[in-house]
């Protein structure tokens, strides 16, 4: 690349002021230096270039056809310059939400598209807080929540977001075909508080000799699945948060019946949509409702950073 040749920086910044102010005082002022100073820069960039870029008349300056050219270059030129240091000095805003959730939905339904958000938001941190707890969206221990019920949550809005439908699964390696075969099985159990539990589901199919009390049991959810995806046992889950495993055949669902119980919801207080980190998380996790958008929106992620 061939160096530049350009005037003294010094010299374009006094002609500009001049040109701009069309008056080498009021330059002087704006560049803190003397209106002796700015007729000298001038003149020496008249000299450097060739030309004359202004008519001097008593008290006034007036630019030349070469002068206007010139000062419509620096200008947009200068402009430019001072947008982009602004932005470089000016330090990054960074926003944080705090998201409060139970460990299965974290693990199995927002963790694998954090991408997402990050890439459409990178200035927003997110924390994903983990619990079965019921916590104050107060800003302060959270900010929105995705909770299990029908409320009612006084003060809060509440989104649906998915239905919760309860399904037997286990590993295809077990090879269960009926639900009499349970008694020959491991039942999954969590002691985390859970929308549907074994005892709930043989109430309604009343399986001759099955001991829902006995078992393995875990503190939550993921747990189960990862015991269930082992060939440990069959778990009772929500087959919403195993659709991927199901679609891979990693797990199955030999048999029904399938249970409907409460949908997950997205909460938050009203007033708090009108910031533009919560409403971001918001649009974030209602998009995440479209399976196709989800994964396109990842596969475009990934092939930018190939």
């Not at 919560?278 to 994964?295: F, H, N, S, T």
């Amino acid at each position: 690349m061939m160096p530049r040749r350009l005037p003294s920086l010094s010299a374009l910044r006094a002609f500009e002021a001049a040109a701009r102010h069309l008056s080498a005082k009021r330059a002087a002022e704006e560049l803190s230096v003397t209106p002796t100073a700015i007729s000298h820069q001038i003149r020496q960039l008249e000299e450097s270039l060739g030309v004359a870029l202004f008519v001097r008349r008593p008290r006034q300056l007036v630019l030349t056809t070469q002068g206007q050219a010139l000062l419509t270059v620096l200008s947009d030129s200068f402009d430019a310059i001072a947008e982009t240091v602004t932005k470089l000095r000016r330090p990054p805003t960074r926003q944080a939400v705090t998201l409060s959730t139970t460990p299965a939905v974290a693990a199995r339904w927002l963790l694998p598209w954090v991408c997402l958000l990050r890439d459409a938001h990178p200035q927003i941190d997110l924390s994903i807080q983990v619990s079965h707890k019921t916590v104050a969206l107060d800003g302060v221990v959270a900010d929105m929540a995705i909770r299990y019920g029908e409320g009612p949550w006084p003060g809060l809005v509440a989104e649906k977001l998915f239905d919760n439908v309860f399904v037997p699964v286990c590993s295809p390696v077990l090879k269960l075909r009926e639900p009499a075969e349970l008694v020959r099985h491991t039942l999954l159990h969590f002691s985390s508080p859970a929308p549907l539990d074994w005892a709930a589901w043989q109430r309604q199919v009343q399986v001759p000799g099955l001991d829902v009390s006995a078992g393995l049991m875990f503190s939550d959810e993921t747990h189960g699945i990862a015991a269930a995806l082992d060939g440990q046992g069959i778990a009772l889950m929500s087959r919403y948060l195993i659709e991927e495993e199901l679609r891979q055949g990693r797990l199955v669902q030999p048999f029904g019946p399938e249970v409907k119980a409460a949908p997950f919801q997205l909460v938050y207080p009203p007033e708090r949509l009108e910031e533009p980190a919560i409403a971001a998380v918001r649009e974030w996790i209602v998009g995440l409702l479209d399976p196709q958008a989800r994964e396109s929106g990842c596969r475009a992620i990934v092939e930018r950073q190939s």
